[in-house]
C-alpha cells in the first residue's frame, strides 16, 4: 500500500512539475537572430537567403528551423502564387519533429494552409488545437498567436447576450508584438491590418499599412494591401495607382499569376466606383483569358462575392 501510495504521489508530483514548465517560443541568442534574418530576407523577397538561413537553424534545432522553412515557402506562395509551395509547406510540416510551442506554431501554419487549399473545416480545427496552446504562456508572441485565432471567436459571438468581448484586448496584444517581434511582425501585422479592415476602420489599416510598408519598403504583398485601405477609403486615384504598378510588376516578375489577377479584379472595381467605365471594362476584359480559368478558384472569395453581387464580372 505504501509503495502504491508513493507511487501515486511521484507520479502527480512529476505531472504538476511539468504542467507548471511554462510553454517557450524562446530560442538561444543566435538561433533567434537567425529566423529574425530569415525574416528580414524574406521580406525583401530574397527566397533564397531565406531557405539557407532556415537551413542553418534547421542544423541546430530541426524543429524551429523546419517550421521556419516552411513560413518561407507558404510567404513565396502568398507572394508569388506558387500554390505548389503552399502545398509543399503543408506536406513538410506535418512531418516537423517540434514539441511545446513550436509544436503550436507547426499546427497554427498547417491551419492556415489547409484554409489555403480548400479545407477550412479542417483548418479551423487545427487552428484551434493550436490556439488553445498559445492561450496559457505569458509570451507577448505567444499570446499574440492566440490572439489571431480569440479575436474571430469573439466577434463570431458578439451577439451572445452577456459573453465577454476582448477583441481590444486582442487589437492591442497584437499591435504590441507586430512592433516588438523581430521575427514574427509579419505574421502579426497582417491579420492586425485585416482585423481593422472588419471594422471597417480603415484609417487605421492605412497607417499598420504603412508601417509594415516602413519596415519592408515596396513589398508587393503590402502594397496591395495598402491599395485595398485607400480604395475603401474612397482615395480611388491612388489605389488604381498602386493597383496598376502591381499589375504590371507581376506580370513582369510571375506572369498572370494570383497577385496579377487581383490587381486586375481589384482595378475593375476602383474604375467603377471612381466613375470611369470604360478603364474599368478594359481590365474586366483582361479576364478573358484561359489562365485566369485556372486561377480563378485561388481569387479572394470576398472580392469575387463583391464583383458578382454587383455584376462587375
Not at 126 to 147: P, Q
Request: aromatic share 12%; glycine share 6%; proline share 3%.
Amino acid at each position: 500500500m505504501y509503495l502504491r501510495n508513493f507511487l501515486i504521489i511521484s507520479v502527480v508530483f512529476v505531472a504538476a512539475c511539468l504542467a507548471g514548465e511554462p510553454l517557450s517560443l524562446s530560442l538561444s541568442k543566435e538561433q533567434a537572430e537567425l529566423w529574425s534574418k530569415a525574416t528580414s530576407a524574406t521580406m525583401a523577397l530574397r527566397y533564397g537567403d531565406a531557405f539557407e538561413i532556415s537551413k542553418q537553424l534547421r542544423s541546430q534545432n530541426e524543429g524551429a528551423g523546419c517550421v521556419l522553412e516552411n513560413v518561407v515557402r507558404i510567404s513565396v506562395y502568398d507572394d508569388k502564387g506558387d500554390t505548389a509551395s503552399l502545398v509543399k509547406a503543408g506536406t513538410l510540416l506535418e512531418s516537423c519533429k517540434t514539441d511545446g510551442l513550436w509544436d503550436a506554431l507547426r499546427r497554427f501554419e498547417i491551419g492556415y494552409v489547409q484554409g489555403e487549399t480548400g479545407h477550412s473545416v479542417k483548418g479551423a480545427m487545427t487552428t484551434r488545437s493550436a490556439a488553445k496552446a498559445f492561450e496559457e504562456s505569458k509570451e507577448l508572441e505567444a499570446r499574440a498567436f492566440f490572439a489571431i485565432y480569440a479575436y474571430y471567436i469573439d466577434k463570431s459571438f458578439s451577439w451572445v447576450p452577456f459573453k465577454s468581448d476582448n477583441r481590444e484586448l486582442y487589437l492591442a496584444t497584437l499591435d504590441s508584438a507586430s512592433q516588438k517581434s523581430e521575427r514574427f511582425w509579419p505574421l502579426f501585422l497582417t491579420p492586425l491590418i485585416w482585423m481593422h479592415y472588419d471594422k471597417e476602420d480603415f484609417a487605421t489599416g492605412l497607417k499598420l499599412a504603412e508601417r509594415g510598408l516602413k519596415r519592408a519598403p515596396n513589398h508587393p504583398v503590402m502594397l496591395q494591401i495598402k491599395a485595398d485601405m485607400l480604395y475603401r477609403l474612397k482615395r480611388y486615384g491612388e489605389a488604381a495607382d498602386i493597383y496598376e504598378k502591381s499589375a504590371a510588376d507581376y506580370l513582369k516578375r510571375t506572369g498572370k499569376s494570383i497577385r496579377y489577377w487581383c490587381s486586375v479584379l481589384n482595378l475593375i472595381r476602383i474604375y467603377n466606383d471612381k466613375g470611369d467605365k470604360e478603364k474599368a471594362e478594359a481590365w474586366r476584359k483582361k479576364l478573358d483569358d484561359p489562365k485566369y480559368n485556372e486561377l480563378k478558384s485561388w481569387m479572394p472569395g470576398s472580392l469575387m462575392d463583391d464583383l458578382k453581387k454587383r455584376k462587375l464580372i
